[in-house]
C-alpha cells in the first residue's frame, strides 16, 4: 500500500472516531501543548479494564468534535514504550498528519482475562469525564472470570500454629525492604498476615498455608503443596544423582533451593578484549523467576508436585495444570493471568517479583543478553507446564554486541527488542508484531538494511562484526544481494544475446529495485568487462560481452 493511499485511510478512520456515539471506548483530549504521561496511562489503563479502546489526542473531547492538533509526546515510539512497562498490555501508536494539526491515537488492548489492570496501586476506571478507582463489585466479576482463586479460600482446620514463625518473619523483612514501610515491623503475625490479606475473619487462605506452612500442615491439609529438586548429570533414566522434597512452606526453602543449584552451576568462559569474562549456565534472576512462576500458577487442586530437574546444561521446571485461560506459548510475554492471584500479590509485596506477569519477559530477556537458546514450553500441554532454560552459551559474540550497542546507545532495550535483534542475528523471518520495531533500530544504528522493497534483508550492524572479529562475514552478508542481483543481470543478458536489452525491460527481472539502483550494478558489471551499453536512435541497449558457453555467437 502506498504512502499516500495508507495516510488517506488513516484520515477516513479518524473521520469516523469523530463521529462515534457517547459511550464507546473513545476518549478524546485537547492536549494542544502537552499532556501527563501519568494521565495518559490512567486512560489507558481504564480503557484496558473495559475491554480496550483509544486515547486521541489532539481533538476537543465535546461534541461537534474537531482537530485542534497537539505537540504532546513528541517521541511517540518511546512514550508507547514507556506506557507498555508501566500498563501491561499491547499499546499501539499512530501519528495523523490531518490538516488542522497532529493527531496522536493510542490504541490500547483489552486487559487479560479474569485480570483487572492497575496504575500506582489503583484499578482505574472511567465514570463520565473522570478517571476513578474500580468498583468492588466491578473487581469481583472480572476476578471471576478465570474461576475461583483457589489460594486465598479458607483452608478449613488450619491455624496459625500451622505456619512456621521465621518464614513469616523472611516475609515481614522483605516487604519492609520493598515498601520502606518500618511500621510493618510493630505488628504481631496475625495482624501482618491480615494486612496481607493472607488470614480472612474465616480463617486462614491457603496461600499462607503454601508460603508459611509447616512439613506436617502441608502433609495433612495440602500434600501436593510441595517442589521436588533433582540433579541428573545425564539423561540416562533411573535414580537423581540428587534429589531433595520440600513439602513446607515457600518462604522456608526458597533461597535454599537456588544454592543447590548454584552448587553444580557451571561458569563459561569467553574472551572479551584484554578481559576474561564469564557467564553462568542458569542465570539467578531468571531461575528464581521460574520458580516464582510455577509456585503462583500450578494448580493446587490437582494432584502432582512441581519438579525443578537440573542438567549440566538445562533446567527444566515442570508444574501441575496447563497454562491459565487465555494464556498461551505465543502472547505469554503479553498477557499475564495469574491462577493464584493470592500467592501473586503476596510475592509482589515483598519484592521477590517487580511486577505481577512480568518474570517470563525477564527470563527471555536475560537467555537473548546472554547469548543462549531462548526458553523453551515444549512438552507442555493442558495438564502440564513445562519450562526448559538452556544454560549453553551459543555466541559470545552476540553478547559482547549487546552489552556494547547498550553502552553506547544508552538505550533500554524491552524484550521484543531483543526478540528481534536475535531473529536477525539468526536470520530468521521477523513476525509481523515486531515489524514496527525496525525503523527505530536501524534509526539507532543497531541495524542495516540490505536491498529494498519486498527483497529487503536486515543484519546487525558493521559494529557487531567488527566486535566479534568477522568483518569477513559481514562484508559476504552485506554483499550477497548485489552480487545475486548482478548474477540476474548478466543472465538475462546473456539469454537475449546477441540482441540486447534495454533498462525497462532490465526492471522486470529485479522489480525490488530502483532503476538508479539497476544502473549502478550494470555500470559495476560493466567495469568489469562483462557488459555494454549501446546508444541507439531512441534508446540505450544493454548487451552481454560474450553470451555463455554453448550459445551460438551469430
Known sequence: MSLGKAQEELLERLEQWLQAQE????????AKNQFSFDNLAKYCCALANEGGGKVILGVTDHRPRRVVGTQAFPQPEDTRRSLMQQVPVRIDVKEIPHPDGRVLVFEVASRPLGTPLKYQGIYWAREADSLVSMSEDKLRNIFAETGRDFSAEVCPGAGMEHLDAQAIEDFRRRWIEKSGNTALSGLNHEQLLRDAELLLPEGLTYAALILFGTREALGRFLAQAEVIFEYRSTEAAGPAADRKEYRQGFFTFYDELW???????ERQHYQDGLFLRDIP???????REAVLNAVAHRDYQLPGSVFVRQYPKRLVIESPGGFPPGITVENILDWQAPRNRRIAEAFQRCGLVERS????NLIFEQSIRQGKPQPDFTGTDAHHVVLTLHGQVQDPAFVRFLER????????????????????????PIPEELRRRVRRMIELGIIETVGRGRGTRYLLARRFYIASGQRGVYTRRKGLDREQNKALLLK??????PNGCAMKELQQVVP??????????????RHEGKV??????RWSLWFATEPPRGKDRS
Do not use: P
Not at 544454592?259 to 552451576?265: D, G, K, S, V
Not at 530502483?514 to 558489471?525: F, T, V, Y
Not at 555494454?532 to 536512435?537: G, P, Y
Open 357 to 360: 506477569g512480568q518474570g517470563m
Open 23 to 30: 459511550g464507546e471506548r473513545l476518549e478524546f483530549k485537547e
Open 492 to 497: 538475462h543478458l546473456e539469454d537475449v544475446f
Open 259 to 265: 544454592q543447590i543449584i548454584n552448587l553444580r552451576n
Open 512 to 525: 525490488s529495485l530502483s532503476r538508479a539502483h539497476i544502473k549502478r550494478l550494470l555500470d559495476e558489471l
Open 281 to 287: 549456565a542458569f542465570d539467578e534472576r531468571s531461575v
Open 532 to 537: 555494454r551499453l549501446e546508444s541507439r536512435k
Open 405 to 428: 550497542v547498550g553502552q553506547e546507545t544508552q538505550v533500554n532495550f524491552d524484550v521484543h527488542d531483543l526478540l528481534l535483534l536475535a531473529r536477525i542475528h539468526r536470520e530468521e
